[in-house]
């Protein structure tokens, strides 16, 4: 059987799936940006989502091995051999199934030797997120297979890959835009995760193999079936697995991803005051610790700073759409901590780090529902760097002239009471930031509240 | 004349392949024309079925047996530039008729460039790798360019991108016209790699 799973390897189009499957995923790794180099859970999310091109060019390839028989003409002559049709298959289906479905996997292996480098933090779904991608797409080359034998033109396997997109599109677009649906886990196209620390719910996988099964199931049946009891049946499967497989992971982001408790475990950096960052962003707690130390020092200057810096992290799954979730998060820093985001953009700390920290006094990511006030915010971390203007911070006002021109306004108020009243102030913003309350934060800056 | 056009059509298995075109773009037409009540079809759905009406384009641009077809001394070149555009215009009518409809496929310009890119892109294929192997750049590409096309910063960097640019774009533009003039141009050329004498014998 080795001997002839080794000839079908050379015989076939194994060679060329396998090329045209690792360029594809090169192609969609090195197009997707940066950011699947230091984190697993991307580079499976990648990874996975190549599998809405890769599954097309399977199934197309299933399709060519299909056609050769009748392609040659062969086909009496090969059914008038005296073996059972499933056993003169079996060859052919392994060599090329298993040609890609290892395609697949060693191009993730290959991949992973970059986040490897880097000693990110690996958790172990994002491991097998690729497994299941394997089972799809041995079950893609064998449905394509059942496909070329059923018929064999020329214009089969350019059809059925374009079919295969077709569908996967309509089946990610289910629901309308915005909207959820069932079927929309049917597809490979899946919605990114938001936070680097959001890791596929074991559902999901759990969907995706019974997916891969339920195609690998009927390609065999209607690969090999001679009768119309295997073709029924073939059709029983995929409709079984298919149910399934939309029905078990759910329709929200918050059944399809969960807070990997490993990847939000922190990493300190040497050296006082503490800084810690997440395990997932721990390769760039090296350049963050000084930044994050230089913003403390000078949040120093108000009473009652806080003395240890954590990385802000989320409690819970962002859900698309929650109007309830502001930038702020959902977690609130513990007292005499300072919680801050990296902002991080193309794996690097933006250049602007102090000034996103100092923002707000250092309470832009308070956990409180409503989020922040923008214009106070960017008065007090004006007045923290003693500049005039905060530039690097992206909260959308940087485009808002009238925002800007109210910050300048405050900051004028701020900076003409006495040097005592200035910091008494601020600090009182800050704390009331902190608390959550619905104050008036402008009108403490500028010394019109009643306290 | 009428007679060769008969023999042609039918030992390039036209009648099916322009049959199959028609029925995708009326299958995304009624689709889209039943599931939404947005007359613009979704951009990415508008390119895959114009990528779906010239799949089967690609198996009519060989016949079963090439060495004796090129022993018939006919001039072959401007018929083969031919049997593209020609292709190419069939499958943009059906297209471009929607715009008419209450399913839209989007501006005219945009539908020309994205046929002209991908039938010349098909052509290119079959000149240099044949038949069996031309479909999978134009497949590649075309998802690659869905999931990434946002990606494209202006100017030149538009025209690999070009069929997810809006119809203003001219590196796009050129991009296309690039396409089908050396698509065409190189299967008038070159009808593709031979296939093996031993294969032809089995015939198809």
């Known amino acids: ?451 | 004349m009428m007679r060769w056009l008969t023999l042609y059509a039918r030992s390039r298995r036209l009648p099916l392949a322009i049959l199959l075109s028609v029925a995708a773009v009326a299958l995304t037409w009624a689709g889209w024309g039943l599931f939404t009540d947005r007359r613009e079809i979704n951009q990415s759905l508008a390119v895959l079925t114009v990528l779906l009406a010239l799949a089967p384009l690609i198996p009519t641009m060989a016949g079963d047996d090439d060495s004796l077809e090129s022993g018939v001394a006919l001039n072959w070149p401007p018929r083969r530039a031919l049997h593209v555009l020609a292709f190419a215009a069939v499958v943009s009518v059906p297209l471009l008729a929607s715009a008419a409809t209450g399913a839209w496929f989007g501006p005219a310009g945009v539908l020309l460039r994205d046929v002209a890119a991908l039938a010349g892109l098909i052509a290119l294929g079959v000149a240099l790798f044949g038949i069996r192997l031309s479909w999978q750049l134009p497949v590649c590409w075309t998802v690659l360019q869905m999931l990434f096309g946002n990606l494209a910063e202006p100017g030149w960097r538009e025209a690999p991108f070009l069929l997810f640019q809006p119809a203003s774009s001219k590196p796009a533009a050129a991009a296309a016209i690039a396409l089908i003039v050396a698509g065409v141009l190189a299967y008038a050329w070159r009808v593709g790699p031979r296939t093996a004498p031993a294969e032809v014998a089995f015939g198809q």
């Open chain 1, 1 to 451: 059987m080795r001997r002839m799973i080794g000839i079908e390897l050379r015989r076939s189009n194994a060679l060329t799936l396998v090329l045209l499957i690792v360029g594809a995923t090169v192609a969609a790794l090195a197009l997707s940006g940066n950011d699947w180099h230091t984190t697993w859970t991307r580079l499976s999310y990648m990874h996975g989502s190549a599998l809405f091109l890769l599954l097309p060019l399977a199934v197309a390839g299933g399709a060519v091995l299909g056609r050769r028989e009748k392609r040659t003409r062969a086909d009496e002559l090969i059914a008038s051999t005296g073996r059972p049709k499933a056993q003169r298959l079996l060859p052919g289906l392994l060599a090329l199934g298993v040609a890609a479905a290892l395609a697949h996997g060693i191009a993730f292996a290959a991949a992973g030797i970059l986040p490897a480098v880097t000693g990110s933090y690996a958790g172990v779904t994002a491991l097998l997120w690729p497994l299941t991608g394997m089972v799809a797409m041995l079950g893609g080359v064998w449905l394509g297979l059942a496909a070329g034998r059923a018929w064999a033109s020329p214009l089969v396997p350019p059809l059925v890959a374009v079919l295969a997109l077709f569908a996967q599109l309509g089946l990610s677009e289910a629901g309308g835009p915005g909207g959820s649906s069932p079927l929309r886990n049917l597809s490979f196209l899946s919605q990114p995760p938001s936070y680097d620390w959001e890791m596929i719910a074991p559902a999901v996988l759990l969907g995706w193999t019974v997916l891969g099964l339920g195609l690998a199931g009927a390609g065999y049946l209607l690969a090999t079936g001679r009768s119309w009891m295997p073709r029924v049946a073939a059709v029983a499967v995929l409709g079984v697995a298919g149910t399934i497989a939309a029905a078990v992971p759910g329709t929200e982001q918050k059944d399809h991803f969960r807070v990997d408790a490993g990847a939000q475990k922190l990493v300190c950096a040497d050296g006082a005051p503490q800084v810690c960052v997440t395990a997932v962003h721990a390769y760039v707690l090296d350049d963050a610790a000084p930044q994050v130390r230089k913003a403390m020092q000078l949040l120093a200057k108000l009473p009652g700073a806080p003395t240890r810096a954590a990385e802000w992290r989320a409690d819970k799954v962002y859900n698309f759409g929650d109007s309830d979730w502001m930038t702020g998060g959902t977690t609130p820093p513990e007292p005499g901590t300072l919680a801050f985001d990296l902002v991080l953009d193309d794996n690097k700390i933006s250049d602007a780090l102090v000034e996103n920290i100092v923002v707000g006094a250092g309470t832009y990511w308070n956990g409180c529902q409503d989020g922040w006030d923008t214009v106070a915010g960017r008065a007090a971390g004006a007045w923290l760097m003693g500049t005039d203007k905060l530039d690097g911070v992206e909260d959308g006002s940087e485009r808002d002239p009238e925002a800007q021109q109210q910050v300048q306004t405050v900051l004028a108020a701020l900076r003409a009471a006495p040097e005592k009243e200035q910091v008494r102030r601020v600090a009182a913003m800050r704390d009331a930031a902190l608390s959550c309350e619905d104050v008036d934060q402008v009108a403490i800056l500028t010394g019109k509240a009643s306290t």
